[in-house]
């Protein structure tokens, strides 16, 4: 691991204890930069966007990537903007899957944040479900039977299938990769399903949108929906949901042109 990625905030615990990194060299001869606040989403955690923040941390953009609690989009929401509360200056918040439901409401209201980056995440509307949007067209196969549900003591946890994981997933990723991607994926409240997003950010915050051609979480003709439901600027690259594992240099393309 090198130097640079040791102090990228990956883990849950270094992104709770609200800690920002940045280049100040880079900042010195750039200017200063908006943060990029990097939000995961279910079956994840911010350990995806590390090859991103890296990226972005060498370009001089002072980076966070707190945890998503997972356990509502009205909860997960609040906490995302209590943290938001404590950054100053510009935002730029980048999503991927169900982090989008979170960015679009915890974004409501909040002045500085600049601009929106759905990257094969949920843009939803008003009322909107994960379930609604994700099956609105054919091409999911993380429908209901791809889930293995384990109770806790106030509902249950959802989590992808060890033999379906790869494939539905992060089928362009190793499989070596994957396989601990699977044993390490947070699982995400079955509550959820069921929880309506509220007013969207995006009607009063410019957004961008990288679209997965090969998703087969969210098919690429949600993601194309959504985008133009909201007024984003889209690109599409070829690859599965964790676009921004597999395709780091194109996520960070659309971040920065956003950012700027």
């Given at each position: 691991m090198t130097t640079t990625r040791r102090k990228i905030l990956a883990g849950s615990a270094a992104a709770a204890a609200g800690a920002v990194l940045a280049q100040p060299a880079a900042q010195a001869h750039q200017g200063p930069r908006p943060t990029v606040v990097l939000v995961h989403g279910a079956?994840?955690?911010?350990?995806?966007w590390?090859?991103?923040a890296d990226r972005l941390v060498r370009a001089g953009y002072p980076?966070?990537?707190p945890p998503n609690p997972l356990r509502g989009v009205a909860s997960d929401s609040a906490y995302l903007a209590s943290i938001l509360a404590t950054l100053s200056g510009p935002l730029v918040l980048v999503a991927h899957s169900y982090g989008g439901m979170v960015i679009t409401n915890a974004a409501t209201g909040n002045a500085n944040v600049k601009a929106l980056v759905y990257v094969a995440a949920f843009a939803p509307d008003r009322g909107d479900t994960v379930p609604a949007l994700q099956y609105r067209f054919p091409g999911s196969t993380v429908t209901p039977e791809a889930l293995e549900f384990r109770?806790?003591?106030t509902g249950a946890d959802a989590y992808i299938r060890k033999e379906l994981f790869r494939d539905a997933f992060a089928g362009d990723l190793p499989r070596a990769t994957t396989t601990f991607m699977w044993a390490a994926q947070r699982p995400l409240?079955?509550?959820?399903?069921e929880e309506p997003s509220g007013d969207p950010a995006w009607r009063t915050t410019p957004s961008w949108y990288l679209a997965a051609r090969n998703d087969k979480v969210i098919p690429v003709a949600a993601q194309r929906f959504m985008a133009g439901r909201a007024g984003a600027r889209i690109t599409e690259?070829?690859?599965?949901h964790?676009?921004?594992i597999s395709q780091p240099d194109a996520t960070v393309d659309v971040i920065k042109?956003?950012?700027?």
């Open positions: 079956f994840a955690d911010a350990s995806g590390s090859g991103v980076v966070i990537a109770p806790h003591p409240n079955a509550a959820v399903f690259v070829a690859a599965s964790v676009a921004m042109r956003a950012a700027r």
